[in-house]
Structures are given as C-alpha cells and as structure tokens.
C-alpha cells in the first residue's frame, strides 16, 4: 500500500463517521465481510460480552447502537483526523474525538481495501 492509497482510504473512512449522524452504510463499506473489530468499548455496549466482535454484521450492529447512544452535537466534527502512519499490511490513525479523547485505530486491510482486522484505542 501507497501513501497515497492509505490517505484515500483514511479520507473515506473519516468522511463516513463524519457524515451528519454518521452514514452507516458508508462506514460498513470500509470493512470487509469477515472483520474482527477490538474496541475497549464494545463490553460497554454489549453488557460485557467480550471486547471483540466478528463478523460484518456483529460490526453494524454495534457501530449503529454507538451511533444512536453516542450522538455527535450539532456542528462538532466527531473524529479530527491528527496524524497518518502506514505500516506493512495496516494504517495507524490518530485522531481527537468529539469529546476531547485521543484515539488511534490500527486497521489490517485486505488488498481490496477494506478492512479485516481494526483494534481501537483511547486514551
């Protein structure tokens, strides 16, 4: 992967999130069907079923109840993209949530683009 093909996947991902109430089926077409998702967060959401989910549609299901439970206020951008980092088979994003938190995604992309693996960070 180029610089370039890791800026454009970057630019679509952040625009889905971004989208006003955020576009789900923008987002959900940044992962491939056989995704692994780890995220500090989602025992929270799930009643503490674990902090990994597999599968698209344990993905959506999971984004869409984040979406509903966590709105982003009126006219505030809810990731600030901060920094880009490529790695072999992965990208690094940094960014500042809508709620003033430091975050970083590391995504595994497969060679169509999507991703396969993505394990979250907060700080």
Known sequence: MTF?????????????WNASGGDLDAIMACYDPLIEHSSPFIARFNGGSGATLRGIDAVRAYFARA????PTPPGVVR?????????TESVLLLYRRWTGELA????????????VRSISHYG
């Open 4 to 16: 370039d093909e890791a800026r454009a996947f970057a630019d679509r991902w952040y625009a889905a």
């Open 104 to 115: 970083g995604e590391v995504f595994v992309l497969n060679p169509g683009g999507r991703i």
């Open 67 to 70: 979406l509903v439970s966590n």
């Open 79 to 87: 990731f600030s993209p901060m920094h880009l980092t490529l790695g």
